[in-house]
């Protein structure tokens, strides 16, 4: 059985590159597949603009600022919702800001398609409970984890990002 990646754009800041929906699939199975995820996951990806993810991260992290993308893990210690229909684990959803994703693909010098493709890994990974917000060892091991990954999907890093 298959994973499943529902994928719904709610934006029109940005014009959806052809082939980024099968990118972002392609980056959650190389994820799930890198992590020796156990049986089928079901993830949600939701495109939007600055102004809805601004509102996000303020009523979730009480930063009233857009940001790139915000992670709604639903398991928690590796325990997760099975989907009655489709028997698939419910990861959680991963938002991205295709404004802020456009501006950070120029600023860094790559594609729009790179840039998604970081901030679904990144995100990947937050819903199977990595976390960088305290920095030190589990950032190294979650940005080393993002790398490998980029690296499988034919998407080397070409800059250093910074937090």
């Known amino acids: 059985m298959s994973n499943k990646v529902l994928i719904t754009n709610a934006q029109k800041a ?12 392609r980056a959650c199975n190389a ?15 939701t495109f939007v603009d600055n ?6 991260n303020n009523q979730y992290r009480s930063k ?13 210690g590796g325990q997760y919702d099975v989907d009655g229909n489709n028997g698939c684990k419910m990861l959680g959803d991963i938002v991205i800001s295709m404004e802020r994703a456009m501006e950070q693909a120029n600023l860094y010098g790559h594609s729009l398609q790179r840039e998604v493709a ?3 890994v990144h995100s990947m990974l937050h819903l199977l409970g990595y976390d960088h917000e305290n920095g030190g060892l589990e950032a190294v091991r979650m940005r080393e984890r993002e790398e490998a990954i980029l690296l499988q999907l034919g998407l080397p890093r070409t800059v250093s990002y910074t937090e």
């Open 31 to 45: 994820v799930l597949e890198y992590e020796k995820f156990e049986g089928p996951a079901e993830i949600s990806v």
């Open 14 to 25: 940005v014009k959806v590159p052809s082939g980024l929906r099968i990118l972002i699939r």
């Open 118 to 120: 970081f901030l679904t």
């Open 64 to 76: 009233p600022m857009p940001t790139d993308v915000l992670s709604f893990p639903l398991g928690e």
């Open 51 to 56: 102004a809805a993810i601004a509102e996000l």
